[in-house]
Each structure stands twice: as C-alpha cells, then as structure tokens.
C-alpha cells in the first residue's frame, strides 16, 4: 500500500496504478468522454474551440494526445506546441521536424562516438555495472 497525494488535486489517497485519485480519475475520464463526443462533432475544431465547448483544460487536452490516450485522426485543426520549437504538432512531444532533427543528433552522437572508440586504438565501449 502507497498512501501518496494526488498529483492533480493533493489530496492523499492510497495508490493503486496512477499518480491521481480516483475522484481526479473520474474527473478525467468524463473529460475525455466530453473531448471525444466534441471532435465526433465537429471534426474540423481547434484546440481552443475543444477547451471553450467542454470546459477542460487545454493542459489536459493536451496530456490526453501525449500520452496516446486521445488521438486524432481527422481532425486537421487540432493541434499544439511542440516542446522543442513552439511549432504545432499532433501527437507526442515534438512536432514531426523536431522529431527527425532529434533522430539525427542521436544517431550523429552515436556514430561520432563509435569513431572516437575506432581511433582510440580501444577494443569497444566497456560498461560497468554497479551493483
Ligand atoms: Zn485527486
Ligand atoms: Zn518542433
């Protein structure tokens, strides 16, 4: 048992598999209820369209999408800011550009990285495990 405070209204309760109270729960499932009886609707709304007509946050609006438990198939206008560059975009964190850039540092860090090991004369990367 985890007596814990609810992540979304602070109040202490005893968790079970999420960081909000059941009440915060229920909460959230009739918003995303409302937010997916309104795109339904009205495919073509905004995000501020949503948040005026159900009364949810956009916070929470957009944490739905993020976290892959609202997703939007035809509904063109609903979008928000990627974390990166401000730009707009439909599901995760990033917008579909920052995602590749991301993607391409990555694989560039890697790849320089192996080099470095190559020209070091060393036999490969060691790891150590701390137990
Ligand atoms: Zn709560
Ligand atoms: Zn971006």
New binding site residues.
Partial sequence: MAIVN?K????I?NRIRRD??A??IAEEDSAFAAVRAYLKDHPNATMADVVEATDVELELIVSMIRDGRLMLHDNPNMSYECQRCGGPTQSGRFCARCTEELAHTLAKATSEIKKQIKDSGDEGPKYYSRK
């Fill in positions: 609810c979304r209204c602070g109040r309760f909000i109270c009440n915060c």
